[in-house]
Structures are given as structure tokens and as C-alpha cells.
């Protein structure tokens, strides 16, 4: 697996360009990448989709929690003083 799908050119620091056609060639590689093992690649996609979706959940249940806190602190050092 030394050189699948591609080998990789040495890095000079430079960038390079290449030919807008490569992006299907990267679907490609990227596809047969997936087909040799989807049985970890599935579970590791659920598993971040999950986990993308309680973080977001958890912001959107403590972001005004924590947003009227913000506010409380400021009214109590501006308004009130």
C-alpha cells in the first residue's frame, strides 16, 4: 500500500498548480479509499455526526444561559454602579 492511491511528490515549499480534472481523480482515489474498509469509516462518520449535533445542541441549551449571565454581570458592574 506504499503507493496507493498515488505517491505523494517531495514538498519543496513551493506551491504548484494543477488541472482542474485532478478534483475527479481525488473523488476517485478518495471512493476506493472508503470501499476497502466502509466498516470504519460509517461508524466513525456517525460518531462525529453525533457529536457535532450534542455540541451544538449543548451550545444552543447554555448559550442564553450564558449570554444572560454576561449581560446580569454587566448590569450589576454598570448600570447599578
Same mark, same amino acid.
Given at each position: 500500500?506504499?503507493?496507493? #492511491?498515488?505517491?505523494? #511528490?517531495?514538498?519543496?515549499?513551493?506551491?504548484?498548480?494543477?488541472?482542474?480534472?485532478?478534483?475527479?481523480?481525488?473523488?476517485?482515489?478518495?471512493?476506493?479509499?472508503?470501499?476497502?474498509? #466502509?466498516?470504519?469509516?460509517?461508524?466513525?462518520?456517525?460518531?462525529?455526526?453525533?457529536?457535532?449535533?450534542?455540541?451544538? *445542541?449543548?451550545?444552543?441549551? *447554555?448559550?442564553?444561559?450564558?449570554?444572560?449571565?454576561?449581560?446580569?454581570?454587566?448590569?450589576?458592574?454598570?448600570?447599578?454602579?
Amino acid at each position: 500500500m506504499e503507493h496507493f #492511491p498515488i505517491p505523494a #511528490p517531495a514538498f519543496d515549499g513551493a506551491s504548484r498548480r494543477v488541472e482542474p480534472g485532478n478534483a475527479i481523480d481525488w473523488f476517485r482515489q478518495g471512493w476506493a479509499i472508503f470501499i476497502v474498509r #466502509p466498516g470504519i469509516w460509517i461508524p466513525s462518520m456517525v460518531l462525529c455526526f453525533f457529536a457535532a449535533l450534542s455540541a451544538g *445542541l449543548g451550545f444552543l441549551v *447554555l448559550g442564553p444561559v450564558l449570554a444572560g449571565s454576561v449581560y446580569a454581570s454587566y448590569r450589576d458592574i454598570f448600570i447599578a454602579a
